[in-house]
């Protein structure tokens, strides 16, 4: 007589482990990566990087503004502007983050584990990093799943850029970003003056800790001094040309980009909410890093991007047509 063996159902013991086990492991990934999805009405615009670094940003309210205006001349009389700067009236649809100041060293690490900076620093803003780095730094928290939903990071325009230095729709109008005073919001050069008093003052000639001067109306802080920021423009030499919202892909450009706000190693005359300046956007410096911006991707959906020819420079540039 052949014996028979008794198949015996799967243990509901072992399926409730595996499943315990599961949930477990969702959890911690959660806990650790703090990777989660919310609506931007729930936001409390704290980015959470790993490492238990945060990232606080500001709302900035839409709106108009006279681009490249200064305290000293109307929009009618330009004696004494760069050439660069050309008044322009512009209007915001959409509201947007951006960072409450420059991305230091240590957010810079928790996302990208590396620190290219030259002079180092928790507090201190990144730099060396090139515009390819900063918008790969902005990639990155996307993937991450670190924007609300309907949102997406990236580099602010200029045009955004600007008008958050002047503080928004609480403007006080000043010539740096928060105050007529370049002492009292940003970190310059004081070389030219310090050598013709024949004082040496060598210790002001470096990058800063971001937040230890006056925040702007805004409450941002360094957006005059400290370091230039990179933005997400082409550069275009009539201020004019600008597009205030745009979104844009990591392209290879033949130009510089625009970069914003001073810095350390410059006088105080280019810390103004209005100097325009550029760079060449492959190579990092040690007086550039950048802002984090976070924009509706209404403007992206809207907005109908395209590759136009600019004439000034002969070359593609992106632009922004609805």
């Not at 800063?208 to 030499?237: F, T």
């Not at 600008?242 to 006088?267: Q, Y």
Request: hydrophobic content about 35%; some cysteine; aromatic content about 12%.
């Amino acid at each position: 007589m052949k014996s028979t063996r008794t198949v015996r159902p799967p243990s509901v013991l072992r399926y409730t482990f595996i499943a315990v086990i599961a949930v477990l492991f969702v959890g911690l990934s959660i806990v650790f990566d703090r990777t989660f999805v919310i609506d931007e009405a729930d936001w409390n615009g704290i980015v959470e990087l790993p490492g238990d670094v945060m990232l606080p940003m500001v709302k900035v309210k839409a709106g108009s503004f006279v681009m490249s205006e200064t305290i000293r001349q109307s929009v009618f009389d330009r004696t004494g502007m760069d050439e660069y700067e050309v008044p322009h009236l512009v209007t915001l649809k959409y509201d947007f983050y951006i960072g409450m100041t420059e991305v230091t060293q240590a957010q810079w690490r928790a996302v990208m584990h590396t620190d290219p900076s030259e002079f180092k620093g928790d507090d201190l803003p990144v730099e060396m990093v090139n515009w390819y780095d900063a918008m790969a730094f902005c990639d990155k928290l996307n993937e991450m799943g670190k924007a609300p939903r309907g949102w997406r990071f990236t580099l602010p325009t200029e045009t955004q850029w600007e008008y958050a230095a002047r503080g928004g729709e609480k403007s006080g109008k000043y010539k740096y970003s928060g105050s007529n005073d370049p002492d009292e919001v940003a970190w310059y050069s004081h070389w030219l003056s310090d050598m013709r008093a024949g004082v040496e003052e060598s210790w002001k000639d470096r990058p800063h800790p971001v937040g230890r001067k006056a925040p702007n109306e805004l409450g941002l802080y360094d957006m005059s001094g400290n370091v230039y920021e990179w933005c997400l423009d082409d550069w275009r030499r009539d201020s004019s040309k600008t597009v205030p919202e745009f979104t844009r892909k990591n392209e290879l450009r033949d130009w510089g980009r625009v970069i914003r706000g001073g810095a350390w190693r410059f006088s105080d005359s280019q810390c103004s909410v209005t100097n325009r300046d550029q760079r060449a956007d492959d190579l990092g410096f040690n007086f550039i890093g950048f802002r984090l911006a976070l924009v509706s991707k209404f403007i992206e959906e809207s907005d109908n991007v395209q590759m136009t020819k600019n004439g000034n420079h002969g070359r593609n540039q992106i632009a922004a047509t609805r």
